[in-house]
T-cell receptor, first 115, second 113 residues
Framework: SQKIEQNSEALNIQEGKTATLTCNYT??????LQWYRQDPGRGPVFLLL?????KEKRKERLKVTFDTTLKQSLFHITASQPADSATYLC??????????????FGKGTHLIIQP | DAGVTQSPTHLIKTRGQQVTLRCSPK?????VSWYQQALGQGPQFIFQ???????QRGNFPDRFSGHQFPNYSSELNVNALLLGDSALYLC????????????FGPGTRLTVL
């Protein structure tokens, strides 16, 4: 069965450093991989989408890489700030529905940026 | 421009009861997906509606059913509630043919006693 693994424990990073989150998957061939941010008691917020034929995507302080051979995505936040503290979710999308498909999410990584 | 809205915010039910949750998609969106998120877990895909039809379905029993209306709003119905149905229920909307990102609502917190 499909399986998505994210850092199971909270990740503590000092303010100003780069935070790197990992998403590994098995038994899946996604057309897209998406990253979302979720704050306590709120719905996830879309951050970045990367296609299977893309190696890297950037948006401001965020960078995502996608290695379909390793079946892994890395999510980087540079110059991290306490406001970046949240849970970050990795989601796989088969891209087969002709539009947005139902996403398969990992459990998420709780990121804490310490001042 | 209003984003995705959901009602109610919180709901408490007892085992065996039935519940209906509601969702209004973001303006311009035509597809609605429902997710269940248990505490400490990622969202689990329940089903997706497009053009008033169920287009995709996740691994959920048929106690979970839904509907989409002509104005694209949607309802999620859960019958014969179990304690394990306690979770945050999230609605997400998107526009078919556009990018695949989904816009989530704030969720409905359902507690089954």
């Amino acid at each position: 069965s499909q399986k998505i693994e994210q850092n199971s424990e909270a990740l503590n990073i000092q303010e100003g450093k780069t935070a790197t989150l990992t998403c590994n998957y098995t038994n899946y061939s996604p057309a897209y991989l998406q990253w979302y941010r979720q704050d306590p008691g709120r719905g996830p917020v879309f951050l970045l989408l990367i296609r299977e034929n893309e190696k890297e995507k950037r948006k401001e302080r965020l960078k995502v890489t996608f290695d379909t051979t390793l079946k892994q995505s890395l999510f980087h936040i540079t110059a991290s700030q306490p406001a970046d503290s949240a849970t970050y979710l990795c989601a796989l999308d088969s891209g087969s529905g002709g539009g947005a498909d139902g996403l398969t999410f990992g459990k998420g990584t709780h990121l804490i940026i310490q001042p | 421009d209003a984003g995705v809205t959901q009602s109610p915010t919180h709901l408490i039910k007892t085992r065996g009861q039935q519940v209906t949750l509601r969702c209004s998609p973001k303006s311009g969106h035509d597809t609605v997906s429902w997710y269940q998120q248990a505490l400490g877990q990622g969202p689990q895909f329940i089903f997706q509606y497009y053009e008033e039809e169920e287009r995709q379905r996740g691994n959920f029993p048929d106690r979970f059913s839904g509907h989409q209306f002509p104005n694209y709003s949607s309802e999620l119905n859960v019958n014969a509630l179990l304690l394990g149905d306690s979770a945050l229920y999230l609605c997400a909307s998107s526009k078919t043919g556009a990018t695949n990102e989904q816009f989530f609502g704030p969720g409905t917190r359902l507690t089954v006693l």
